[in-house]
């Protein structure tokens, strides 16, 4: 495989580990992180890569197709590693045309952009696309998301990932693109945005503010460790066939409010105050419209092909990030300046 690689929506919480793990391990690769920097993408995620001779930060919006094609024709990129997404269901709920934007109109330029350059010389060249399990919609208490599994998207988020995925295909099945595709379940760690669940949760016990859970709390979600995703994307970027598509998944249900509860307990002994401390900040709030009850996958394809499995267990990953938001709260106080108040007030009014 060619050593040119482009990796869209590096500088978000997904993207810059990966943009780290591929910089540090491949020296012998150029990585091109292209992000547009709304106010999920931060560059401070990636101070220890910036000075580095194979990394180059590119900073630019996937919707403007003139530019991403003149962009591949000036670096004849080998690869594209593609994550670059507006990612919250909340604000897809308020917002869905800025999801159809960038997640599905965003996606095809960069098919096209590969398609032009390639120009069905496709020895060496890859375009693997980042997606969700969202796409499959809701489970119930039984059962887990397959590969073959039917899509069937419930909000607007997930409409346009699983909208941007048809894309990717049909321009592998139309086109002979070398395509692959990887739909990932629900990811935590360091650099998530506190729009997110366990994000949200830490800050607001830092901040002493209400923990605000939508409905009844039990709502279930397969948590990974956001840097075995990234070991997973590197895996299936090197060893996954064309055309194919790829589960990941943690093996790790949670119900919301179990993991709320698990973050008080470790926070409450961390910062010495009483056990039941933050628990008594937990706000049960009005339901997200159209909220998908549970999602579970099942990662065996990708374990038995490829030889992944997630690297650390959840309570060793969970104590890990709440480790990370102490020692870094000026990164959050940075981020959580204003859009996100605004947002925040419009998302909650608590
Ligand atoms: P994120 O919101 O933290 O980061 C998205 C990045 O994309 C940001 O850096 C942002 O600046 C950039 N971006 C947004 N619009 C852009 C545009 N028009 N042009 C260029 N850059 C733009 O997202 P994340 O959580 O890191 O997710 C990354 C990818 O992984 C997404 O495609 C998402 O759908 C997928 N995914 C996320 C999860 C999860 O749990 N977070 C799970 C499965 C799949
Ligand atoms: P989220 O982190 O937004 O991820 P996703 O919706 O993509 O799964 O939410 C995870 C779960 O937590 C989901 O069931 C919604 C719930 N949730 C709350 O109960 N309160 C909140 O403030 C947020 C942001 C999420």
Redesign the pocket.
């Known amino acids: 495989m060619g050593n040119k690689i482009l990796i869209?929506?590096?500088?978000?919480?997904?993207?810059?580990?990966l943009v780290r793990q591929f910089v540090n391990k491949y020296t012998d690769y150029k990585i091109f992180n292209?992000?547009?920097?709304?106010?999920?993408?931060?560059l401070e995620n990636l101070k220890d890569v910036e000075s580095k001779s194979n990394y180059q930060f590119i900073k630019?919006?996937?919707?403007?197709a003139e530019f991403i094609n003149d962009l591949f024709l000036k670096y004849q990129f080998d690869g594209v590693i593609?994550?670059?997404?507006?990612?919250?269901v909340d604000r897809s709920i308020l917002e869905p045309l800025?999801f159809i934007?960038?997640?599905i109109i965003?996606t095809v330029n960069l098919l096209n952009a590969a398609k032009n350059i390639w120009k069905d010389h496709y020895e060496g060249k890859r375009f693997y696309?980042?997606?969700?399990?969202?796409v499959y919609g809701s489970l119930g208490e039984e059962g887990l998301f397959l590969e073959s599994t039917s899509y069937d998207p419930q909000s607007p988020?997930s409409a346009s990932?699983a909208s941007?995925d048809h894309f990717v295909r049909a321009y592998g099945n139309t086109y002979g693109l070398p395509i692959i595709i990887?739909?990932?379940?629900?990811?935590?760690g360091p650099?998530?945005?506190p729009e997110?669940l366990i994000p949200l949760i830490i800050s607001n016990i830092l901040q002493n503010k209400a923990l605000p859970i939508y409905g009844d709390g039990k709502y279930t979600r397969d948590w990974?460790w956001?840097k075995d995703?990234a070991m997973a994307i590197d895996t299936i970027y090197h060893n996954g066939a064309n055309g194919e598509t790829y589960n990941?998944g943690g093996f790790n249900e949670w119900k919301n409010i179990n993991i709320v509860l698990l973050i008080c307990d470790i926070l409450d002994e961390k910062l010495g105050n009483p056990s039941g401390t933050s628990s008594q900040l937990i706000t049960y709030i009005k339901d997200r419209p159209g909220h998908d009850r549970r999602y579970a996958i099942d990662a065996s394809k990708l374990k038995s092909e490829l030889g992944w499995v997630p690297s650390i267990t959840f309570e060793e990953g969970i104590r890990q990030t709440i480790e990370w938001y102490l020692d870094n709260q000026q990164w959050l106080s940075n981020i959580t300046s204003g859009e996100y108040l605004q947002y925040y007030k419009q998302q909650y009014q608590i």
Do not use: P, R, W
């Not at 990887?182 to 935590?188: A, G, R, V």
């Open positions: 869209t929506g590096g500088a978000g919480f997904i993207g810059s580990h292209l992000d547009k920097l709304t106010y999920a993408g931060n630019g919006d996937i919707n403007d593609h994550l670059a997404a507006e990612s919250h800025a934007h960038t997640n965003g696309h980042i997606s969700t399990d969202e988020y990932k941007s990887s739909n990932c379940s629900n990811n935590y650099n998530q945005f997110k990974l956001v995703h990941i």
